[in-house]
């Protein structure tokens, strides 16, 4: 019995700790409606190029001699979807030097595996004057949203 009854008293000792520290959790920036501000990285390219990452990768930066695979969801400004890799259920594997669109090579450059980028591409560093009839507008800027799956040298 003696045993039982101790292993209960720390037992209690140790939900007492527990509920001490919840109790000194309610001063806690977020539990009283004041969000920590985290950063991130973000910037805008020479060629317009807006982007901020999400999420950053780990392991080494990509470069333009790199085989990148992405998933992606493009959309347009208004959140009108143009194209999605998760949609058609596969990455997207291409050497980062010439890209699919343009504005992806220096909207990827510098990326980690692993990372998620948020990236703006200004009109001409995505599917310019003409667009795509039925999907893309002329003169649109496009919205990516990248996950870099993997790299390549």
Known sequence: MH???????????????????????????????????????????????????TFTGSGEPVTEEDTVTIHYVAQLQDGTPVDSTLDRGAPMTFLLSTPPVSG??????????GGKRSMLLPPDQAFGAQGIPGRVPPEAAIHFAIELVSVAN
């Open 3 to 53: 045993c039982h009854a101790t292993r209960t008293l720390i037992h209690l000792r140790a939900l007492l700790g527990v509920c001490i520290a919840l109790a000194g959790l309610s001063s806690c920036a977020l539990l009283q409606g004041n969000p920590i501000e985290i950063q991130y990285d973000s910037g805008i390219t020479a060629g317009g190029v807006q982007w901020k990452d």
């Open 104 to 113: 992806l090579r220096e909207g990827i450059t510098g990326m980690r595996p």
